[in-house]
């Protein structure tokens, strides 16, 4: 690992230290060879004291431990009809997969402890047929989960719940993980299930908000994997229930967990409850992260050199987008309304998400902006992206003339020789941006 990659952790330790994350592992994760890794990456979190839950399913245990027993079950995953057969067979292969999950983490020093905190009901009669032996949560016992975690202890939580009489039910775990996250008030639920995120235009999504999950949802139903769509679904349920982040991970890939928790872009999708991207005017207190971000471009005289009392004398202008409440971007716009125009300036997109579209939606922006002032052209000047401009942005090249007089005096006293790039700019409504 490189000394770069350790700072960027680091940025990340006081926002979640002390903080509770629930963990949710699909029973085939266990049996998966990455699962000692997982476990290596869980103890890294709890020595950035990280709070952990962890919760597991038992769906593919049980479907094993039925094959090798010749038993037929009515349901292995905990959403359909339990009958008394289908109990038996999940209570044995989830207390086979605890036990596994606990001699893992005893294995990478850490404590941990069967959890019986999940207090169920009977799910009933559902569309006339009556589930018998399936349960919902009712409640979670946030006491005992506190003073486990209160005691450096990972409760380890499988699919299974009791009512007040003692019955046992089989219940669905990544129902449990929302519900338990919920009633902790966990700042993040990390689903690790076989499968890669959703899918949009043949690319995982990095990140849906909690609209875009539900529109996922109402798209693809039929088109996608139960198991896809059931991570979707309690992700974005999680959100609506005030859980801030919820990430969905291949759990077979290698440092998927490390690599999702500890960088802006992450490697699954997480669908999120608040703003995970925005763009902002730029603070006083954000021109030296302006004047960082930007250095190597301007040292690689792609962007034009400029101070921080440049900036801050025309800190209006500034535009940064923010990822996870870190600069990623910045754009400026400074307007020459007697010639009813604009130049787009100070365009940036940090290397790390580069290739992402965050490029153009930063320029779309100045646009939109522009066209809010009542601008009718917005131009660019440029040494060595013109090209970007005019693929991505329909920007033409023109004559130095065009420039507003003001520009073109600074243009020539620069020696920069730069492209000049121009757009009409589109009239759009006061809602536009």
């Known amino acids: 690992m490189k000394v770069s990659d350790l700072r960027g952790i680091l940025q990340y330790v006081p926002r979640f230290r002390e903080r509770i994350f629930v963990i949710a592992l699909d029973g085939e994760i266990i049996d998966s060879p990455n699962f000692a890794n997982i476990?290596?990456?869980?103890?890294?979190?709890?020595?950035?004291?990280?709070?952990?839950?962890?919760?597991?399913?038992?769906?593919?245990?049980?479907?094993?431990?039925?094959?090798e027993r010749?038993?037929?079950?009515?349901?292995?995953?905990?959403?359909?009809?339990?009958?008394?057969?289908?109990?038996?067979?999940?209570?044995?292969?989830s207390l086979q997969l605890m036990n596994d999950v606990m001699?893992?983490?005893?294995?990478?020093?850490?404590?941990?402890?069967?959890?019986?905190?999940?207090i169920a009901h009977p799910a009933g009669i559902l569309g006339g047929v009556d589930y018998l032996y399936t349960g919902r949560v009712e409640k979670v016992d946030a006491k005992c989960l506190h003073l486990f975690l209160n005691e450096g202890i990972i409760p380890v939580i499988p699919p299974l719940g009791y009512d007040g009489e003692?019955?046992?039910?089989?219940?669905?775990?990544?129902s449990i993980a929302v519900e338990v996250a919920e009633g902790m008030q966990a700042m993040k639920i990390i689903?690790?299930?076989p499968h890669d995120g959703p899918?949009?235009?043949?690319?995982?999504?990095?990140?849906?908000?909690?609209?875009?999950?539900?529109?996922?949802?109402?798209?693809?139903?039929?088109?996608?994997?139960?198991?896809?769509?059931?991570?979707?679904?309690?992700?974005?349920?999680?959100?609506?229930?005030?859980?801030?982040?919820?990430?969905?991970l291949n759990g077979k890939l290698n440092e998927a967990l490390l690599t999702e928790i500890f960088s802006h872009d992450g490697i699954g999708t997480m669908v999120y409850s608040n703003e995970y991207q925005q763009i902002r005017r730029v603070f006083k207190k954000d021109v030296r992260g302006v004047m960082a971000l930007i250095r190597q471009s301007v040292d690689n005289e792609e962007l034009v050199r400029r101070t921080r009392a440049d900036i801050v004398q025309r800190i209006e202008d500034y535009w940064v987008l923010e990822?996870?409440?870190?600069?990623?971007?910045?754009?400026?716009?400074?307007?020459?309304?007697?010639?009813?125009?604009?130049?787009?300036?100070?365009?940036?997109?940090?290397?790390?998400?580069?290739?992402?579209?965050?490029?153009?939606?930063?320029?779309?922006?100045?646009?939109?902006?522009?066209?809010?002032?009542?601008?009718?052209?917005?131009?660019?000047?440029?040494?060595?992206?013109?090209?970007?401009?005019?693929?991505?942005?329909?920007?033409?090249?023109?004559?130095p003339d065009e420039l507003p007089a003001?520009?073109?005096?600074?243009?020539?006293?620069?020696?920069?020789?730069?492209?000049?790039?121009?757009?009409?700019?589109?009239?759009?409504g006061p809602g536009m941006l």
């Open 70 to 93: 010749g038993i037929s079950l009515s349901n292995s995953d905990g959403t359909g009809v339990t009958d008394e057969p289908t109990l038996r067979i999940s209570v044995e292969a």
């Open 39 to 67: 476990l290596l990456d869980i103890a890294v979190l709890r020595s950035l004291s990280i709070k952990v839950i962890l919760v597991h399913g038992a769906g593919a245990r049980v479907d094993k431990v039925a094959a």
């Open 406 to 428: 003001e520009r073109r005096d600074k243009y020539e006293a620069s020696g920069r020789n730069s492209k000049v790039l121009v757009k009409n700019v589109a009239r759009q």
């Open 191 to 193: 689903f690790l299930s």
């Open 323 to 399: 990822i996870d409440r870190t600069l990623a971007g910045c754009v400026a716009l400074h307007c020459y309304p007697k010639e009813g125009m604009a130049e787009l300036a100070c365009l940036y997109v940090h290397k790390n998400h580069g290739g992402q579209g965050y490029g153009r939606r930063l320029m779309t922006f100045a646009e939109n902006l522009a066209a809010q002032k009542g601008l009718r052209k917005i131009f660019a000047l440029s040494t060595q992206t013109f090209t970007f401009f005019q693929q991505k942005g329909g920007f033409e090249e023109a004559e």
């Open 103 to 118: 001699q893992g983490l005893t294995a990478v020093d850490q404590r941990a402890s069967y959890a019986n905190s999940i």
């Open 199 to 248: 899918e949009i235009n043949g690319e995982i999504a990095r990140q849906l908000s909690i609209a875009e999950a539900e529109d996922f949802l109402k798209r693809r139903k039929g088109q996608e994997s139960a198991g896809i769509l059931s991570k979707v679904e309690h992700a974005a349920r999680a959100c609506r229930l005030g859980v801030p982040r919820v990430h969905l």
């Open 166 to 174: 003692g019955k046992t039910f089989r219940v669905n775990s990544d």
